[in-house]
């Protein structure tokens, strides 16, 4: 279930999480990722996400950097999730792969 946030273009997401209006699967934490890490404009993510409008994008950004603190707890808490699941794969994952490698 997705809650309307007072940005026109930004719902949060049963987890908490931030994700751009109608792109459920878009959180806002990837353009920001993307601005941050790889010095996009706004105009650059529009052109890299396409589906996106320029509105979303600025509305993303808007948020960021208005809940800055939490939204980097959050990525903070996802990144070790990550690391988590990389050093202890799930039996599923490990059939994977090891149907990967005998296959």
């Known amino acids: 279930m997705l809650t ?3 940005y026109k273009y930004i719902m949060v997401d049963e987890n908490g999480k931030a994700v751009i209006e109608g792109h459920p699967r878009m959180p806002v934490r990837i353009l920001v990722g993307h ?4 010095g996009w404009s706004p105009e650059e993510l529009k ?3 396409p589906q996106l409008t320029m509105a979303q994008v ?3 950004l808007a948020y960021y ?3 800055q603190a939490d939204m980097n707890v959050q990525n ?4 070790e999730d990550s690391e988590f699941t990389r050093k202890h794969p799930s039996r599923q994952e490990l059939e994977r792969r090891r149907s990967q ?3």
């Open 4 to 6: 309307q946030t007072e």
């Open 35 to 38: 601005s941050l890490t790889n």
């Open 47 to 49: 052109w890299q996400f």
């Open 58 to 60: 600025y509305a993303a």
């Open 65 to 67: 950097h208005d809940h």
């Open 76 to 79: 903070e808490a996802d990144a």
């Open 101 to 103: 490698t005998s296959g």
